[in-house]
């Protein structure tokens, strides 16, 4: 099945710092979603983004499908952004099944 | 707009018990995923409804899980008897199509002792 991988699997920042989080995928993709688990177990949703480039406030995130990577950069760090940050992707379906295969994510600790 | 609601929100079971857990997902989606996450792992899908029929149930273990969608809104997800490596968080999620962003609800955290 397809692989993802993320690093770094561990990152501490000082608040107002910037990270940039990366997600390597080993086959082409349709659905590719960023997502940030906080701590008490939320799933939200930050990017569908299969491809291109999106910004929405401090998170941006660019996905080069042609290289199989995508980048989720957070700007200005905030101890909100704690959390763990995940990678999902799927494969084109053909018919097959649409869920999401994860990556293992990066566990981000924001100090004040 | 309503997200994806599920309940209970915890539950603790002893093992060979039965349990059963509920999602409702975004009104209007058609596409409904349970996943399960167990503790520093990401999320693993275990079945994926479209409408009320079945797309993927590969990875249920079938044996004791069994998932429905009877009139292809709301599902329950039942593992009976439970086993201790059951332990982890049940995630319901739906989508507008198959192709589509997918909304996560906040969960079901199970404890099997």
């Known amino acids: 099945g397809i692989q993802v991988e993320q690093s770094p699997p561990d990152l501490i920042l000082q608040e107002g710092a910037n990270s940039t989080l990366r997600c390597n995928f080993s086959?082409?993709?349709?659905?590719l979603q960023w997502f940030h688990q906080n701590p008490w177990g939320q799933l939200i949703n930050l990017f569908y983004?299969?491809?291109g480039t999106k910004q929405n406030g401090r998170l941006s995130a660019t996905t080069v499908a042609t290289e199989r990577y995508s980048l989720l950069y957070i700007s200005s760090s905030q101890t909100t952004d704690s959390g763990v940050y995940f990678c999902?992707?799927?494969?084109?379906?053909?018919?097959?099944?649409?869920?999401?295969?994860f990556g293992k994510g990066t566990h981000l600790i924001i100090q004040p | 707009e309503a997200g994806v609601a599920q309940s209970p929100r915890y539950k603790i079971i002893e093992k060979r018990q039965s349990v059963a857990f509920w999602c409702n997902p975004i009104?209007?989606?058609?596409?409904l995923y349970w996943y399960q996450q167990i503790l520093g792992q990401g999320p693993k899908l275990l079945i994926q409804?479209?409408?009320?029929?079945?797309?993927?149930d590969s990875q249920l273990p079938k044996d004791r899980f069994s998932a429905e969608r009877l009139k292809g809104v709301d599902s329950t997800l039942k593992i009976q008897p439970a086993k201790l490596e059951d332990s982890a968080v049940y995630l319901c999620?739906?989508?507008?199509?198959?192709?589509?962003?997918?909304?996560f609800g906040p969960g079901t955290r199970l404890l099997v002792l």
């Open positions: 999620a739906s989508s507008s199509d198959r192709e589509g962003t997918q909304y």
């Open positions: 086959d082409s993709v349709n659905n």
């Open positions: 983004i299969p491809s």
């Open positions: 999902a992707v799927k494969l084109y379906s053909g018919g097959g099944a649409d869920g999401l295969t």
């Open positions: 009104s209007g989606h058609a596409t």
């Open positions: 409804f479209q409408n009320n029929g079945v797309v993927d």
